[in-house]
């Protein structure tokens, strides 16, 4: 267990390099990771203003990127590191790539899945919640203080 969290812990700091990357792009910091049998896949983070694109989240462009890597839709023996939960969208997406385990940092109260719909993902997807939710908020907050 004590090596899972390490390992959970490792690839959550990654994707909070995604989303330090986005937060210098001025989106909105949020990154992930696609890890594979224990190897990075794919790495993402937010592209909503550079694409000028509402879908273009993180978690969003993690699954696309994986699959190609992959060579098909599905993340099967896969895992997300996100730093904020997933919102209704990105959950839908996570649904259909039967992606099997879900990490992510700071619960998102306003706009989370868990909030608008709960019941989205597969019944079988595990999910781990606060894995450097702490960080990943604080990067968050920062973000929002600079804008106003």
């Not at 909105?28 to 694109?53: F, K, M, Q, S, Y």
């Not at 908020?137 to 106003?148: D, E, G, I, T, V």
Request: charged residues 20%; hydrophobic residues 40%; neutral net charge.
């Amino acid at each position: 267990m004590i090596g899972t969290i390490l390992n959970d812990e490792y690839y959550m700091r990654q994707a909070l390099n995604e989303a330090r990357i986005a937060f210098d792009k001025d989106e909105v910091p949020i990154g992930a990771v696609v890890v594979c049998r224990g190897r990075i896949i794919a790495r993402a983070h937010n592209l909503t203003e550079t694409l000028n694109d509402v879908t273009a989240h993180a978690e969003m462009q993690a699954i696309t990127a994986a699959a190609n890597v992959l060579g098909g839709k599905y993340l099967e023996n896969c895992t997300l590191y996100v730093t904020v939960e997933p919102c209704p969208m990105c959950a839908g997406g996570l649904l259909w790539s039967q992606i099997p385990k879900i990490v992510y940092g700071a619960k998102d109260e306003k706009r989370g899945y868990s909030i608008y719909s709960p019941s989205i993902l597969h019944v079988k997807t595990q999910i781990i919640s606060g894995i450097l939710a702490e960080e990943s908020a604080a990067l968050l907050k920062q973000f929002f203080h600079n804008k106003r």
